[in-house]
T-cell receptor, first 113, second 115 residues
């Protein structure tokens, strides 16, 4: 089982749609969680951290379900500029030294006019 | 503010040639530093990480090596490149806040093609 698993997509949605991505992780003791965004042929950029209580940043909402070991990202009112690959990232505690992160394979989103 | 630089941006090298990629960070002290590789259509693979000068941990045994000669400088090297070394090489730095909670920030990357 992969440490972090995501549906690779692609997710093809029209502008204005709401889209949700899920991600599962295998280490139940994982401590911190993130969503990164990667545009084509560019470096990944931090989109948002994911907190236990859930958090929202504009059109983006992240949720964490520790019992089921999954993380979600909801994008409302999709824009063309949201087209990118979204990476689910986990910081498991056994990798505490050096702060290593485990990256999922990414979910590709394509927003169409 | 912190910035991270990588060079070169693109590189085309023949099989068997050496490699040296450089990464530098500005605006922070004693960062954790990382080298990742992303093959075409694949996820990020952690190659090396460093928690301080001269301290290198290798994640994947292969023909690559890393060095950290200065606090904010991280170098990825190879003596002889293989075709399978082609990919997008990303350097990242992190700050640690709280216990075991790190946010990593990536440089612009080097796109390496080995022919």
């Amino acid at each position: 089982r992969k440490e972090v698993e995501q549906d690779p997509g692609p997710f093809n949605v029209p502008e204005g749609a709401t889209v949700a991505f899920n991600c599962t992780y295998s280490n139940s003791a994982s401590q911190s969680f993130f969503w990164y965004r990667q545009d084509c042929r560019k470096e990944p950029k931090l989109l948002m951290s994911v907190y236990s209580s859930g958090n929202e940043d504009g059109r983006f909402t992240a949720q964490l379900n520790r019992a089921s070991q999954y993380i979600s990202l909801l994008i409302r009112d999709s824009k063309l500029s949201d087209s990118a690959t979204y990476l689910c990232v986990v910081n498991p505690p056994i990798y505490n030294q050096g702060g290593k992160l485990i990256f999922g394979q990414g979910t590709e989103l394509s927003v169409k006019p | 503010s912190q910035t991270i630089h990588q060079w070169p941006a693109t590189l085309v090298q023949p099989v068997g040639s050496p490699l040296s990629l450089e990464c530098t960070v500005e605006g922070t002290s004693n960062p954790n530093l990382y080298w990742y590789r992303q093959a075409a259509g694949r996820g990020l693979q952690l190659l090396f990480y460093s928690v301080g000068i001269g301290q290198i941990s290798s994640e994947v045994p292969q023909n690559l090596s890393a060095s950290r000669p200065q606090d904010r400088q991280f170098i990825l090297s190879s003596k002889k490149l293989l075709l399978s070394d082609s990919g997008f090489y990303l350097c990242a730095w992190s700050v640690q806040w709280g216990q075991g909670i790190d946010t990593q920030y990536f440089g612009p990357g080097t796109r390496l093609t080995v022919l």
